[in-house]
């Protein structure tokens, strides 16, 4: 007799599953470890022992060779033997932060910053209005004109003419070059927690956003300790805190040194910090006061902030820390610069950044 057998279903396999689990724990660890694919391993083999993740049928030398299969981790160099992460993995961690923080998201069309402006625009809407010198064909209601047509002149003497004509109502859509600020200075990892590492994963979910969602959108990221310079989207798994002071001054000179070269009109910066300035520098020299709020460095990021907000660069502080002279250093800091600040624990933080990163609505720029 002709039928069907049904089993219980195992989505690719037992293995497969033991391998999805294993490759969502090892990213953890790896941007836990700054990339460093060895100290992950040895983090899971321990973690292994203790809760047995892996199976009699598959070990942890099956997830590492299924690991260098599959493309996620290589070994560049025979002499040298050593794994590193590859393009795909640092693709993979993006894309994990982006679900981890802001949830499912699936690509949108580009320059997706909605404003209150109708015209010229991306994004097509369900209005139509008759048509006017200078609108763009493509933006032309076809149905909708050859039924004017149709209506005005009849079959017999059918004829198109431009009174006929309607045009779909767009909406503009904004473009933003956003700077993200991250502090590195070594309070982010003091008083035994990890403040680095949610700054990460968020500066990472932020950039894969950008590049699906946004894609007419710019992002640099820069990191300021003693000093601040500029970091690519692939370095953020690695990036490390060091025994820095916070120059928050150096930060902000070089966020709108970058954000002068675009030309897009809407711009902002997000400063994701645990601490006060603590340091500035005078010539080659350094000016440092871990101690209290320095009258000198306090001065100086103020002016900073003061002129980015001539220069019409919101800046949004994100605190992870809410000790009460330091709140009211950041509201005197947002006060000056006409910008906005979130004291948020590090759970919330990535929930605040996508929130206000959606809400910004530039002006409008053409």
């Not at 370095?235 to 000179?253: F, I, K, M, R, S």
Request: glycine residues 6%.
């Amino acid at each position: 007799m002709q039928g069907w057998r049904f089993s219980e279903y195992t989505p690719d396999g037992e293995n497969g599953n033991v391998f999805e689990q294993m490759l969502k724990l090892f990213q953890e660890l790896l941007v836990f470890t700054s990339g460093d694919v060895r100290e992950a391993l040895s983090w899971m083999t321990e973690l292994d022992k203790e809760y047995e993740l892996t199976t009699s049928e598959y070990g942890m030398a099956d997830f590492i060779q299924e690991l260098i299969e599959k493309g996620y981790i290589e070994n560049p160099d025979d002499d040298n033997p050593g794994y590193r992460p590859t393009k795909k993995m640092e693709i993979a961690l993006r894309q994990k932060a982006l679900e981890d923080i802001f949830g499912q998201l699936k690509k949108s069309k580009r320059g997706n910053h909605n404003t209150n402006f109708t015209g010229n625009g991306d994004e097509h809407t369900s209005d139509r209005r008759p048509y006017q010198f200078g609108d763009r064909l493509d933006n032309i209601a076809i149905s909708d004109s050859l039924k004017n047509a149709y209506i005005n002149n009849g079959l017999d003497d059918f004829r198109l003419t431009q009174d006929d004509l309607e045009v779909r109502e767009t909406y503009f859509q904004s473009q933003m070059s956003t700077v993200l600020m991250i502090d590195i200075s070594h309070s982010m990892i003091l008083y035994g927690e990890d403040r680095i590492t949610p700054a990460k994963k968020v500066a990472m979910a932020l950039a894969h956003l950008i590049q699906t969602r946004y894609p007419k959108d710019t992002l640099d990221i820069i990191v300021f300790g003693n000093d601040s310079w500029q970091i690519e989207v692939k370095d953020l798994p690695y990036l490390q805190v060091g025994p820095y002071h916070t120059n928050t001054v150096a930060g902000l000179e070089l966020a709108m040194n970058l954000l002068s070269r675009r030309k897009n009109p809407n711009k902002q910066i997000f400063m994701i910090t645990d601490g006060k300035p603590t340091c500035i520098k005078k010539g080659n020299s350094y000016y440092k006061n871990s101690f209290g709020l320095d009258k000198q460095i306090i001065r100086r990021t103020l002016n900073l902030a003061a002129r980015c907000r001539k220069l019409d660069i919101p800046v949004t502080t994100f605190m992870i820390a809410k000790d009460r002279y330091l709140v009211d250093f950041v509201e005197k800091f947002t006060q000056a610069n006409n910008g906005k600040a979130f004291y948020s624990s590090l759970q919330g933080l990535g929930q605040f950044i996508f929130r206000d990163y959606k809400h910004n609505k530039g002006k409008k720029g053409r």
